[in-house]
C-alpha cells in the first residue's frame, strides 16, 4: 500500500491557534428536520441543540437517526478553547484507505458505499451475542455529542464533534463472558463498492481490524459514534457506524464497523501486522515517544497552510490523561506503543 506520510520537518513551524470558532447557532431549518413530530420542536426551537451548524449541510438522515435526534444530550463531553476544525476538513482531509490513500480520495470515492440496510455482529465471548440490522442495534442507546480532538499519527489533529454512545453501554447489555478480555472490530469487506480493496498496491490484509483491552473499551471516553456536526456521518468518515477513542492516534478508530468481538487473546490489528515496529497495540498519543520516523512532540491542528502552518504542542493522551491514564498504571509505554 502507498502510504503517504509527513515529513519531521512538517511540524516544526511556529504555533499559531486558529481562533475561527464554527460553533456558531442557527434556527430551525433544514430539510432534514422537516419531518420532525411536534413534540421535538420546543427543544428545536431552544437553539442549544444540532441547530448550532449552521454551515453544515443537514444531509438525508435514517429514520432513527433523525427520531433519536432531539433528544440528543449536546456537548455531553467538549473541549474548552479550541476551535472546531471546519466541517469541510474534517470530511474532506480523510484517511479511510479503502476508499484511497490520498486525503481527498474518501469524500471522492467513498459515495459508492451503501449504508442502507447495514448489518453489526456482535460475537465471540459474550453472553448476549447477535445480528442486528443498525436501527435496531441503536435502539437502546440516546445519543450524545462529544466534541473531541483526533490526533493522526501522521501528526495532524483536528477537534470534531461526533455524536454517539458510550461503547460500555454497548458491552453492558451484551454481557462479556469471563473469558473476554480484548474487543475486536471489523471494517466492512467489499472489493466491489471499495477500490482500496481492490488495488494490488494494498498491503493491508482486508478486513481492517482494530482492536481494544477491555477495560480500555469499558471507558467512558470511548464512544461509538454515528453522527458528527450535528447529522449522521457522512461516508468518508465511516458511515454508518465507528469507534472514537480519542486518548489514542486516529488509527485504532475503525470505521464502517460491521463486526464487534470479544475476544480472549490481544486482536492482531492492520497497522501492527503492516509495520508493528511503527504501529503499536496500544497507540497512545504520547508526546515521549517518537514514532521512528518523525517526532510526535508536535501536531499540525487543521485547518493549516504554509503560511499558517498552526501547529502546537501534542498533549499526553491527548489532552485525555486525566481521565485514563490510570488504565496504563505499571506499563512501560516506551515498549508498550
Ligand atoms: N478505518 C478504516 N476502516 N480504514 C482506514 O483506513 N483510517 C484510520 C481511522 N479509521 C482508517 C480507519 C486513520 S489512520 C485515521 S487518522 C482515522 O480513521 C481518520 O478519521 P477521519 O477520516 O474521520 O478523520
Not at 20 to 42: D, H, I, K
Not at 51 to 56: G, K, Q, T
Not at 292 to 298: D, I, L, S, V
Amino acid at each position: 500500500m502507498l502510504i503517504k506520510l509527513p515529513k519531521a520537518s512538517d511540524c516544526k513551524e511556529s504555533d499559531v491557534t486558529p481562533e475561527s470558532l464554527y460553533l456558531s447557532r442557527r434556527t430551525l431549518l433544514g430539510s432534514s428536520l422537516a419531518g420532525l413530530a411536534v413534540s421535538a420542536l420546543p427543544r428545536w426551537a431552544n437553539a442549544d441543540d444540532a441547530s448550532r451548524y449552521a454551515d453544515v449541510d443537514p444531509g438525508h438522515a435514517p429514520g432513527w437517526f433523525t427520531e433519536k435526534l432531539p433528544q440528543t444530550k449536546w456537548q455531553a463531553i467538549t473541549v474548552k478553547g479550541e476551535a472546531i476544525t471546519p466541517f469541510k476538513d474534517a470530511t474532506h482531509y480523510n484517511n479511510f484507505y479503502e476508499f484511497g490513500t490520498s486525503k481527498g480520495d474518501p469524500a471522492q470515492n467513498a459515495g459508492s458505499l451503501k449504508t442502507e440496510p447495514w448489518t453489526v455482529v456482535v460475537d465471540g465471548e459474550v453472553g448476549k451475542p447477535g445480528r442486528y440490522a443498525l436501527e435496531d442495534f441503536m435502539k437502546p442507546y440516546q445519543l450524545e455529542e462529544r466534541i473531541y480532538r483526533l490526533r493522526c499519527v501522521e501528526a495532524w489533529s483536528m477537534v470534531i464533534p461526533w455524536m454517539g454512545f458510550p461503547l460500555s453501554a454497548l458491552l453492558k447489555q451484551v454481557e462479556p463472558t469471563s473469558k473476554a478480555k480484548f474487543i475486536r472490530f471489523e471494517t466492512l469487506k467489499d472489493p466491489k463498492v471499495m477500490p482500496g480493496q481492490r488495488s494490488d498496491f494494498a498491503l493491508i490484509d482486508w478486513p481492517y481490524v482494530e482492536g481494544l483491552r477491555l477495560d480500555e473499551a469499558m471507558n467512558p471516553l470511548a464512544i461509538l459514534a454515528v453522527g458528527m456536526y450535528g447529522r449522521e456521518l457522512l461516508n468518508q468518515n465511516g458511515a454508518p457506524l465507528r469507534l472514537v477513542v480519542p486518548w489514542k492516534y486516529g488509527f485504532k478508530s475503525v470505521k464502517s464497523i460491521v463486526r464487534i468481538s470479544l475476544v480472549e487473546e490481544q486482536p492482531k490489528t492492520t497497522w501492527q501486522s503492516i509495520a508493528s515496529n511503527e504501529y503499536g497495540f496500544y497507540a497512545n498519543v504520547n508526546p515521549q515517544v517518537d514514532h521512528p520516523r518523525w517526532t510526535q512532540a508536535r501536531e499540525r491542528r487543521l485547518p493549516s497552510s504554509l503560511f499558517s502552518p498552526n501547529v502546537r504542542d501534542t498533549q499526553m493522551f491527548n489532552g485525555y490523561a486525566d481521565e485514563v491514564a490510570s488504565l496504563y498504571t505499571g506499563l512501560d509505554l516506551r515498549k508498550n506503543y
